[in-house]
């Protein structure tokens, strides 16, 4: 959520992927040569079944999560997230982790924030958690000044959104306003509590601990209930349990969409073979080559950019994530298309899934 983001904008084969890599080697990068190992990550894998994830058994894997996707959910949102937590109990293990989504909506009229936001009921051993997350209009990264005229409306709508949710989950948590930022703590100093901040403009996501397995599970039916009478998309996470318990949470509203998300292992001449693993839907990306921006742009601000190759369904595009963007925001896309060799277009990810 920190970065800057841009693809092509045509569908390319693995060849002309890799050849990408080599055009960047000419001007002076270190590219990963196509032999060496990469970590390759898969998201929105569709599976029939969660044992489907055996096609990726030539791979090495880790960070296994297979995801139950409800798309325009209509339900009690405490008697599901409750569901969810009754077999959770059942199989909970260190390293077992189990969380819920769902939207809520900011009641106060926003210009810069979204009234849409997001968030995450959580069980991990020994204790569970509440995360709360903004998405803004425009992503801001730090050290950017581009947002600076609207600083004191950014700083009032966020910290008016977060109360929002904290008076709704009656969480002890207070908010200041200190150097030109939000800041959030907790008014018990012994509760884990963390913030994290994608743009300039200080904390966009909070996450609040408890070690009472229940605490959360009324305060966040409330906070889900502002979304009503518009369907939700929900989705909930599962890592680390046995197939034994992904049964057993299967046997939940019945209907989900199954999906995995995972880090694959490989030589980077295997992601063809990994994509035709996870085809038609499972999308999957590795990075190609990392630099610094005053590598190639000396009179320019420094950033941190990383060229990434993506796959879906067979054919393959190019990303770029940069910390920030080095040049003026007209001069971003021409520049990027000199160095990658193909039209490119601005693509931020999406924020909450």
């Known amino acids: 959520m920190r970065e800057r983001?841009?693809?092509?904008?045509?569908?390319l084969s693995f060849g002309q992927a890799l050849a990408v890599g080599e055009r960047l080697a000419t001007l002076g990068l270190?590219?990963?040569?196509?032999?060496?190992?990469?970590?390759?990550?898969?998201?929105?894998?569709?599976?029939g079944s969660f044992d489907d994830?055996?096609?990726?058994?030539?791979?090495?894997?880790?960070?296994?999560?297979?995801?139950?996707?409800?798309?325009?959910?209509?339900g009690d949102f405490f008697l599901l997230s409750g569901a969810y937590h009754t077999v959770y109990q059942r199989h909970q293990d260190i390293g077992t982790y189990c969380s819920i989504s769902h939207p809520w909506r900011i009641r106060d009229m926003l210009q810069l924030h979204d009234q849409r936001a997001m968030f995450w009921i959580g069980f991990r051993h020994a204790h569970s958690f509440i995360r709360v997350r903004l998405q803004t209009q425009v992503v801001i990264t730090p050290g950017e000044t581009r947002g600076d005229v609207d600083r004191t409306r950014w700083l009032d709508e966020r910290r008016a959104a977060f109360l929002d949710a904290i008076t709704m989950l009656d969480l002890p948590i207070e908010t200041h306003v200190e150097k030109h930022a939000v800041v959030l703590r907790s008014a018990d100093a012994s509760i884990p509590f963390f913030c994290s901040w994608p743009d300039a403009f200080g904390p966009c996501q909070f996450e609040y601990n408890t070690?009472?397995?229940?605490?959360?599970l009324v305060p966040a039916s409330k906070l889900a209930e502002t979304f009503n009478p518009e369907p939700a998309g929900v989705r909930?996470?599962?890592?680390?349990?046995?197939?034994?318990?992904?049964?057993?949470?299967q046997?939940?509203?019945?209907?989900?969409?199954?999906?995995?998300?995972?880090?694959?292992?490989?030589?980077?001449?295997?992601l063809p073979?990994?994509?035709?693993?996870?085809?038609?839907?499972?999308?999957?990306?590795?990075?190609l080559c990392e630099f610094q921006t005053r590598a190639l742009l000396p009179e320019a601000e420094d950033a941190s950019a990383?060229?990434?190759?993506?796959?879906?369904?067979?054919?393959?595009?190019?990303?770029?994530?940069?910390?920030?963007?080095?040049?003026?925001?007209?001069?971003?896309?021409?520049?990027?298309?000199?160095?990658?060799?193909?039209?490119?277009?601005?693509?931020?990810?999406?924020?909450?899934v």
Not at 236 to 249: H, I, K, N, V
Not at 253 to 260: D, N, S
Not at 273 to 287: D, M, S
Request: glycine letters at 6%; hydrophobic letters at 40%.
């Open 5 to 11: 983001r841009w693809e092509t904008t045509t569908a």
């Open 30 to 47: 270190k590219p990963v040569s196509p032999a060496n190992d990469v970590i390759c990550y898969v998201e929105e894998w569709t599976v």
């Open 53 to 74: 994830f055996d096609q990726l058994d030539p791979w090495a894997t880790e960070d296994v999560t297979l995801v139950h996707v409800r798309e325009r959910w209509r």
């Open 211 to 216: 070690s009472d397995a229940f605490e959360f």
């Open 236 to 249: 909930a996470y599962l890592t680390g349990f046995s197939e034994a318990a992904l049964e057993e949470f």
């Open 251 to 270: 046997g939940i509203e019945p209907g989900a969409r199954l999906a995995y998300r995972c880090s694959v292992h490989c030589p980077l001449d295997d």
């Open 273 to 287: 073979e990994v994509q035709n693993a996870i085809q038609p839907h499972g999308l999957l990306y590795a990075t």
């Open 306 to 352: 990383i060229i990434g190759i993506v796959g879906v369904n067979g054919q393959f595009k190019i990303e770029a994530r940069l910390n920030h963007a080095p040049l003026p925001e007209e001069a971003m896309g021409p520049w990027l298309e000199r160095l990658i060799g193909h039209p490119v277009v601005y693509a931020p990810l999406p924020a909450f």
